[in-house]
């Protein structure tokens, strides 16, 4: 059958999968023509333009799936889950590992659901299969509803149930299924076995199956939440609305979809919502919102009526009421830890406690008080008892879970006359912290609350307080830090908006003034601490950070699913009741003044890592702040540096100066930023203390002249590689206003190219290029380039400089290509569209402009116009797909990693490769790549890439602005020719 990859059908200029949505459409149209491997090909571009995309990740598992490629779904699934497990996930995982008969996984798997989310009628058979392979007796499944499924059991027969230790057996039943007695919800041990046997499922989850998880928030309009039952998400969960005027209501519930519920339900899974308007509701009071037994939903009880708002920024009245002398220290100081689960999290921070305060220095009495918020977890509960009997601890402890702001007001209860820390229990402190804090809150009269520098605490990140991801830290990397904190800023101390609650110390007179947290607003938790610091700002106290301190905080571990709408509640509520507060927070995030404080801790942690490394010296790799074939040069560089015994350094350019990044493949030394010249003197001392002895020079690209005054100041030689043409013009590629090759014109052609389409580098004169080009080549200690073909192009500019000519990499002209393609044991990739009966050029990398997108768009144009038996594969990108796709004649998988690309251009099944640069290229990567994937490459005649195909016979040159029809003429008949190497050269 012929699966031709298809013409757009609305056949405008945007093509049938050019962005995620289309392309998934388009998926599912073909699926439903029964076009699935094509299918397939669609959905694995859709998962490579969103490959953090949960939703789009989830439908490629399945598409895998329903191509037959169970490891693939496999592989998707176990990414998608890492996000959170799901029903309909674990169901389809399950059916992906028998797919590959994996029966132990899969028996696993199904246990785990059959406990957890009960029966599913998909999964009987596999649920068959798994107790044949696995010689288990049967199988079973429990409803939230009660009802019992069981299977594989010799036909008639059914379990025996023990509940409680009591057996049960039902009188009547169909052999498949029964209705358990009612009491079964009220039984803490259910057991299902079969002749003495427990079955797979065996122990259903009663909590689980019947658990519901949603939560409840305020709005302008009034109040808004969802819930949803993770073993039934279709099934409406019991609820109702109570407030003080209406009694008991149930709420109208609706289904919502949306990507925001993509974390908490699954993706493409909907929750049941519902709202209320607030003059439907009471003018004051609380308002409830409970499940069928009884508990309140996440956020509930929601204030209706709150406290009058007070501003805080940009202006607002203070009233004054501190002292105006510093006060005496307070005597004692009470270390805060509510705890609720995750013991080992736990019992690591309290063992930090205990080891850092047996080493103070300081006089002050300390306690050590845990509130135990009704922890599930009876390991935790008596690891608690067992401190608080050895006099290690003070244990306080709820008989029902309160949340954060409770559990901190028990231990507040009492604290009259005390400072006060409050710790989180996923916290890691080391020597020092204590002392230090307690020094910068007695510093200043102000001061009513001090918190310290972390790995994850918002504003008070260190490295960066908007990371991608918080840096992790063990108990070492804390001390480290910390004691690296303590010599960096020691003693010193700057303002910020609010304490963070994840360690942060109450000076007790500012506690007597402010008062408790306010759990009757704050539920559960999230925002308590910034509403004490909102009313400790309003009456005159300060709050300041502890530059001095690093804590390590695991950070966003509590609430689970909830999380994001007990963020959204409690945020609503802290802006209402003290407008100004977002702006407070995001004016101090611009003004940054905790900038310093991070970058001295920064340095201080190179230097310090400098003495124990090792290294010989260090060499600096500088380059632009791109991606592509430089990056790539620079980074093997890098591994170069480091494995001879060098420090690799890698120097990128900022908006006002330089980004210095540890270029060791295992580097975790912080990025350092440096504004040029202001902190150029910093840049170099510590350039030359890390022992710096040489420099590379790879792009000025958003550099300008900054690179070359740097070397002047660092006075150690240079090396300068040429990767383009950046220093002789500055449209870099040598590609004029025709949209081709210049031919390298005189002065004034440069001039009126630049004039007509302007400059991509820092400087426009063509002139005064070329001359700082030159200035800078004969100040070089060597010229490295890529190719002859470079070095006779920048000797026409810089004729008195000698170029050493060094290939990336090894073209071994002497082995044929089916040799060349037999040294790489990359297997093809799946995925890829199917071959049909046209002939398939494949092309490779990022395809813009210069890399000859346009040739590429003219050529599927001119293919489809004369019906050529051609089409293309781009196993990449390129700057135009929707125009692309739109011809019907190509087909673009989207962004990869560097280490899939010979697998992925093998799995494109192509007859010949193509790289269309309407440029002179100084080398290129993907021909290689082409290469070992056993393709023969037609090019322009242009540049290096000609040049290595001259030299090895690995295919063909056509001369440059060959009409499109001839191109696609001879990309044809080369296809056609059959050449040997055409064949699979796969290992």
Not at 183 to 205: K, S
Not at 265 to 287: C, E, I, R, T
Not at 917 to 940: K, M, N
Request: hydrophobic letters at 40%.
């Amino acid at each position: 059958m012929r699966t031709n990859m298809p013409h757009s059908e609305a056949g405008g200029t945007t093509g049938p999968g050019a962005d995620v949505v289309g392309a998934m459409r388009h998926a599912r149209h073909l699926a439903e023509q029964g076009q699935h491997g094509l299918a397939l090909a669609w959905m694995e571009r859709a998962a490579r333009l969103a490959p953090t995309d949960r939703g789009v990740l989830y439908a490629l598992a399945a598409a895998r799936l329903g191509a037959g490629d169970g490891g693939g779904a496999a592989r998707a699934i176990e990414t998608v889950m890492a996000g959170g497990e799901f029903r309909a996930g674990l169901r389809l995982h399950i059916l992906a590992q028998c797919m590959i008969r994996a029966w132990p996984q899969a028996a696993r798997l199904l246990g785990r659901f059959f406990t957890c989310y009960g029966f599913d009628p998909a999964l009987c058979l596999p649920a068959g299969l798994v107790c044949r392979h696995m010689a288990l007796r049967g199988w079973c499944a429990l409803d939230p509803d009660g009802v019992l499924h069981w299977g594989a059991l010799p036909e008639g027969h059914a379990p025996e149930v023990m509940l409680d230790g009591q057996g049960w057996m039902p009188r009547q039943h169909d052999g498949q299924c029964v209705m358990l007695p009612r009491y079964w919800r009220q039984a803490h041990d259910i057991v299902v076995q079969y002749e003495g046997t427990p079955l797979l499922g065996a122990r259903p989850d009663r909590a689980a199956l019947l658990h519901v998880t949603g939560a409840v928030m305020a709005d302008g309009q009034g109040m808004t939440g969802w819930a949803f039952m993770p073993a039934r998400p279709d099934q409406p969960p019991g609820l109702s609305i109570s407030d003080d005027a209406h009694g008991r209501r149930a709420p109208v519930l609706s289904r919502q979809w949306g990507t925001g519920w993509d974390d908490i339900a699954g993706p493409g899974v909907p929750v049941w919502g519902f709202g209320m308007a607030w003059a439907d509701l009471a003018p004051q009071g609380m308002v409830h919102v409970t499940l069928s037994d009884g508990r309140q939903l996440t956020g509930s009880p929601l204030p209706v009526c709150l406290p009058r708002a007070r501003q805080v920024f940009p202006n607002m009245r203070r009233r004054v009421r501190i002292p105006a002398n510093l006060p005496g220290r307070a005597a004692r100081c009470r270390v805060v830890i509510p705890v609720y689960a995750d013991r080992v999290r736990t019992l690591a921070c309290l063992d930090s406690v205990f080891d850092t305060l047996a080493r103070r220095s300081d006089g002050t009495a300390t306690e050590i008080m845990v509130v135990d918020d009704a922890t599930p977890d009876p390991a935790l509960a008596l690891a608690l008892d067992n401190l608080a009997g050895a006099g290690r601890i003070s244990l306080r402890r709820h008989d029902a879970n309160q949340g954060y702001p409770a559990a901190v007001n028990t231990a507040l209860s009492d604290a009259d006359g005390m400072d006060v820390v409050l710790l989180n229990s996923d916290t890691l402190l080391a020597p020092g912290w204590l002392d230090e804090m307690l020094r910068v809150a007695y510093a200043r009269v102000d001061t009513g609350t001090v918190s310290p520098l972390s790995n994850d605490a918002s504003i008070l990140t260190w490295p960066d307080p908007d990371p991608q991801a918080p840096r992790p830290c063990d108990r070492e990397d804390v001390r480290h830090l910390m004691a690296a904190s303590l010599r960096a800023n020691g003693g010193l101390d700057v303002e910020i908006p609010t304490a963070h609650g994840f360690c942060m110390l109450i000076r007790h007179d500012c506690l007597r003034q402010t008062g408790l947290f306010r759990p009757e607003l704050y539920g559960r938790g999230y925002g308590e601490e910034n509403d004490f610091s909102m009313r400790a700002r309003l009456a005159g106290w300060r709050h300041r950070a502890a530059v001095g301190v690093f804590v390590g905080h695991v950070g966003g571990v509590s609430f689970g699913a909830q999380r994001r709408a007990l963020q959204q509640r409690n945020l609503w509520i802290l802006n209402r009741l003290f407008p100004g507060y977002d702006a407070l927070v995001q004016a101090h995030v611009a003004a940054d003044p905790l900038a310093a404080s991070r970058q001295r801790l920064s340095l201080l942690v190179w230097h310090r890592g400098a003495r124990k490394a090792g290294y010989e010296g260090a060499v600096l790799l500088v380059t632009h702040a791109g991606t592509g074939g430089v990056a790539r040069v620079v980074a093997h560089r890098a591994r170069q540096w480091a494995a001879a015994g060098c420090r690799p350094l890698v120097l990128e350019p900022a908006a006002d100066g330089f980004t210095l990044r540890d270029g060791r493949p295992e580097g975790s030394y912080p990025a350092l930023h440096f504004a040029w010249p202001e902190q150029g003197d910093a840049l170099v001392a510590l350039l030359r203390a890390l022992g710096l002895r040489l420099v590379e020079v790879h792009h000025h690209l958003g550099h300008g002249m900054r690179v070359r005054d740097l070397c002047a100041r660092l006075g150690v030689p240079y090396d300068r590689h040429v990767h383009d043409y950046a220093g002789i013009c500055p449209r870099i590629t040598l590609v004029g206003p025709a949209g081709r090759y210049c031919g390298e014109p005189d002065l004034a052609g440069c001039r009126a190219c630049v004039h007509a389409l302007g400059s991509l580098v820092d400087e426009e004169d063509v002139d005064r290029l070329r001359h700082a080009t030159a200035c800078e080549l004969a100040g070089a200690r060597r010229v490295i380039v890529p190719s002859a073909d470079v070095a006779r192009r920048l000797a026409r500019y810089v004729p008195d400089v000698s170029c050493e000519t060094s290939a990336l990499e090894n073209d071994s002209p002497a082995l044929s290509l089916r040799q060349f393609a037999a040294a790489c044991a990359d297997r093809p990739a799946s995925g890829l569209p199917p071959r049909n009966d046209r002939y398939r050029v494949v092309v490779a990398g990022g395809i813009g402009p210069d890399k000859g997108c346009a040739i590429m768009l003219a050529a599927a144009r001119d293919a489809r116009a004369r019906d050529l038996p051609l089409e293309f594969i781009v196993v990449g990108h390129t700057s135009d797909d929707a125009a692309l796709l739109e011809t019907g004649r190509v087909f673009i998988i989207g962004r990869y990693e560097g280490e899939e690309a010979v697998s992925l251009l093998r799995g494109a099944m192509g007859d010949v490769g193509f790289v269309p640069s309407i440029c002179p290229e100084t080398w290129c990567f993907t021909l290689t790549q082409l290469w070992r994937a056993g393709l023969r490459c037609v090019s322009f005649d242009l540049g290096a890439v000609a040049a290595r195909i001259h030299a090895t016979g690995r295919g063909r040159c056509v001369p440059p602005g060959l009409p499109v029809h001839q191109l696609n003429t001879f990309l044809l008949s080369y296809a056609r020719a059959g050449h040997p190497a055409t064949a699979r050269v796969h290992p």
